[in-house]
């Protein structure tokens, strides 16, 4: 229920997994230790994550 009401609301694709392995596999921007998938360049993560809105 919960991937769905993000998936509407455009916060993560329908099949992440999908999402994720094609990333990984197809252009290199994740590499994957175990069951993890990480950033391969930590300055994208950075980006995608947006500004700290911490006070």
């Known amino acids: 229920?919960?991937?769905g009401y993000?998936?509407?609301?455009?916060q993560v694709p329908f099949d992440l997994?999908?999402?994720?392995?094609?990333?990984h596999?197809?252009?290199?921007?994740l590499r994957r230790?175990?069951?993890?998938?990480?950033f391969r360049h930590i300055e994208l993560q950075h980006r995608l994550a947006g500004p700290d809105l911490r006070p």
């Open 17 to 23: 997994m999908a999402f994720l392995a094609d990333a």
């Open 25 to 29: 596999e197809h252009h290199g921007v």
């Open 6 to 10: 993000l998936a509407l609301r455009a």
């Open 33 to 38: 230790t175990g069951a993890v998938y990480q």
């Open 1 to 3: 229920m919960a991937r």
